[in-house]
Nanobody, 124 residues
């Protein structure tokens, strides 16, 4: 069982930056690949970025490439999402997720555990 707690969301102007954190409980954090998803009002939850167990490989949605960066610190059981050059269309609730298998690291079904989400609002 893994519990995930996100933090760092808030209100920011377009062009600004935010850094989200996701703290995981348990001793097996390094056994999970980690992802960030987001859900805007009236829309489906969508993939944003993901990172493999060791942190050697990362994956990004086309909409955030070059702007968002995922990283992890296995010693601190924490995964981060650095968001730069934010746009109003990035406004959403951001969810951290953990999964034991990397069959399709961009798919929601690959993740067994989810955080409660943190709101990110980008004003124009």
């Amino acid at each position: 069982q893994v519990q995930l707690v996100e933090s760092g969301g808030g209100l920011v102007q377009a062009g600004g930056s935010l850094r989200l954190s996701c703290a995981a409980s348990g001793r097996t954090f390094s056994s999970y690949h980690m992802g960030w998803f987001r859900q805007a009002p009236g829309k489906e939850r969508e993939f944003v970025v993901a990172i493999n167990r060791s942190g050697s490989s990362t994956y990004s949605a086309d909409s955030v490439k070059g702007r968002f960066t995922i990283s992890r610190d296995n010693a601190k059981n924490t995964v981060y999402l650095q968001m730069n050059s934010l746009k109003p269309e990035d406004t959403a609730v951001y969810y951290c997720a953990a999964g034991p298998l990397a069959s399709d690291i961009k798919a929601k079904g690959a993740y067994d555990y989810w955080g409660q989400g943190t709101q990110v609002t980008v004003s124009s």
